[in-house]
């Protein structure tokens, strides 16, 4: 079972920053691939980032490029998502994502395990 712990959501003023952290407690990530997704009230989810295990290949979603920063520290086994100059419609509640696969296909692709989630409420 692979339980994610996501963390640093917060309330923030439109233009400001944060920084979300996942891990899987016990489950050594390095190996995998691992997307970030959102879901906003009354819409399904939006992939906003994935991040490769070993090719170096990172995606970002059209409406998150240039603002946001996916990486990931192997040593720590954490993954994070650095969100920059935030938008009321970046407001959702952002999860982890991950199966068996290594490299980023598509930041829409619909992994098997998931997190609960940490909510993000920008603010105008």
């Known amino acids: 079972q692979v339980q994610f712990v996501e963390s640093g959501g917060g309330l923030v003023q439109s233009g400001g920053s944060l920084t979300l952290s996942c891990t899987v407690p016990?489950?050594?990530?390095?190996?995998?691939?691992i997307g970030w997704f959102r879901q906003a009230p009354g819409k399904g989810p939006e992939g906003v980032s994935c991040?490769?295990?070993?090719?170096?290949?990172?995606l970002y979603s059209e409406s998150v490029k240039g603002r946001f920063t996916i990486s990931r520290d192997n040593a720590q086994n954490m993954i994070y998502l650095r969100m920059n100059s935030l938008k009321p419609e970046d407001t959702g509640l952002y999860y982890c994502?991950?199966?068996?696969?290594?490299?980023?296909?598509?930041?829409?692709?619909?992994?098997?395990?998931r997190g609960q989630g940490t909510q993000v409420t920008v603010s105008s």
């Open positions: 016990g489950f050594t990530l390095d190996y995998y691939s």
């Open positions: 991040i490769s295990s070993f090719n170096g290949v990172i």
């Open positions: 994502a991950t199966d068996e696969l290594s490299n980023c296909r598509s930041v829409n692709y619909r992994y098997e395990y």
